[in-house]
């Protein structure tokens, strides 16, 4: 589909993310290439939301934050959705409308719902998308038993609460029984949006089913649209020195869990190969022997290099794996497992690079007897992405999306 063949809509993007897309990995990355995609064939305008705790400091923070979770306790709803509800804000997306006149509003959160709310009951006839990404429901679930190790975790979240506040809310008592309580007022809210919207996308094809299973047959429209899988270098051929490495800051707590682990088997196993550990960590970690921390790094060059042997080990289900589809973009080998495979096309879970634990630990400590079947297998998950996922998949599954066009399951 193109713009020379179909109607030019006006589709308006609502976002509860600072500068959405800047980034060109992970979630920024796919609200990018998504972005420049619908720019292609229609017409598109932003509206950001604001968060009431977002332009806020000190003490007023603290109180903001306060209502925020009063409000959310006795109404039964998410904090999450609480943070970005306001008659304010819902007033601002109410006369966006009015100016720009929208065929298809696109939401990119669950934490919309009462924008969706608004929307719906205010602008007849236009279509709303409502991107849940992953199913937070279930990614809070999986959260609660990890609470009293690692804190709440709140992920980009954090910056607009602050780290001090964030710390103190991590030494609460009650912490593990407001994240079970998230995950059920999370729950109740996504099954309401499926009716309210017209479609909710999701990323993963698994959790887009099991939405579908919570729901009564007929009451709304699920779908997912997977990310834009494009090669980004060729596949590299690697030499000697080998090195491991792990992408991703310890603010998320899949990152935190994966983080953990392997400095776990280098303790254990003290393997002749470098661990090299990307990413701003917020925790006082354990000094490990040949295990590096190297920060943020913006050059993807110096870390994807024909040395390096990509590591995820997912220790948390949900969505996708964003560090999968990177490291195999740049044409590096990478070691997985089943859950970090989940949602992906299903012909990738039966490959060599999808390792049990004892495959991962002997890898690590054997890399040189692995490499030339790690590199074929990384290969053919390329040439799997690239059918199945590749830009006019994906941009044909968007459209469809954004028309309410056949099926995206």
């Known amino acids: 589909m193109s713009a020379d063949t179909q109607k030019r809509l006006r589709v308006l993007f609502v976002w509860t993310r600072p500068d959405p897309g800047l980034s060109i990995s992970g979630r920024d990355g796919f609200i990018r290439k998504m972005k420049e995609a619908v720019g292609d064939a229609h017409q598109t305008v932003d509206h950001q939301v604001r968060g009431r705790v977002h332009h806020v400091t000190g003490v007023r923070k603290v109180l ?44 990119d959160t669950v934490r919309c719902a009462s924008l969706v ?67 059920a007022a999370l729950e109740r809210t996504e099954v309401e949006l499926v009716s309210i919207a017209d479609r909710i996308i999701l990323a993963s094809p698994t959790e887009a089913t099991i939405l579908e299973s919570r729901i009564h047959a007929g009451r709304g429209s699920v779908g997912f649209i997977p990310q834009s899988f494009h090669a980004i270098s060729p ?48 925790r006082y970690l354990p000094v490990v022997e040949n295990v590096q921390f190297s920060g943020y790094e913006p050059a993807f060059e110096r870390i994807y ?17 964003t560090k999968v589809l990177e490291a195999l973009a740049y044409g590096v080998p990478v070691v997985t497992n ?47 992405l690239s059918e199945n996922w590749g830009p006019d998949a994906y941009r044909q599954k968007l459209y469809r999306a954004i028309l309410g066009q056949g099926d995206l399951l």
């Not at 306060?66 to 959705?81: K, N």
């Not at 290099?305 to 794996?321: D, E, F, M, Q, R």
């Not at 040189?368 to 990384?378: F, K, N």
């Open 117 to 183: 709310r608004a929307a719906r009951r205010h602008s007849n006839g236009v279509r709303l998308l409502v991107d849940f990404d992953d199913l937070m429901s279930r990614r809070y679930s999986e959260h609660a038993a990890h609470v009293s190790q690692q804190g709440l975790q709140l992920g980009y979240l954090e910056k607009k609460v602050g780290r001090k506040l964030s710390r103190i809310m991590n030494r609460l008592p009650i912490s593990g029984w407001v994240v079970q309580r998230e995950a």
């Open 338 to 384: 089943s859950m970090a495979v989940e949602g992906l096309p299903e012909q990738i879970a039966h490959l060599e690079m999808v390792a049990t634990e004892t495959q991962l630990c002997d890898i690590i400590t054997h890399p040189e007897s692995y490499i030339d079947r790690l590199t074929a297998s990384c290969a053919q998950a390329r040439a799997i």
């Open 305 to 321: 290099t024909n040395t390096s042997i990509v590591l995820v080990p997912a220790k948390l289900a949900g969505g996708i794996k």
């Open 235 to 282: 596949a590299k051929t690697l030499v000697t020195p080998y090195r491991f490495i792990f992408v991703g800051s310890d603010s998320q707590l899949q990152n935190a869990l994966a983080i953990d682990y392997l400095l776990r088997i280098w303790t254990d196993l003290r393997p002749h190969a470098p661990l090299v550990i990307f990413g701003r960590q917020r």
């Open 64 to 107: 903001s934050l306060a209502s925020v979770v009063t409000q959310a306790v006795f109404s039964g709803r998410a904090i999450q959705e609480v943070l970005f509800s306001s008659k304010r804000e819902e007033r601002r997306l109410l006369r966006t409308i009015r100016e720009v006149n929208p065929d298809v509003i696109y939401f």
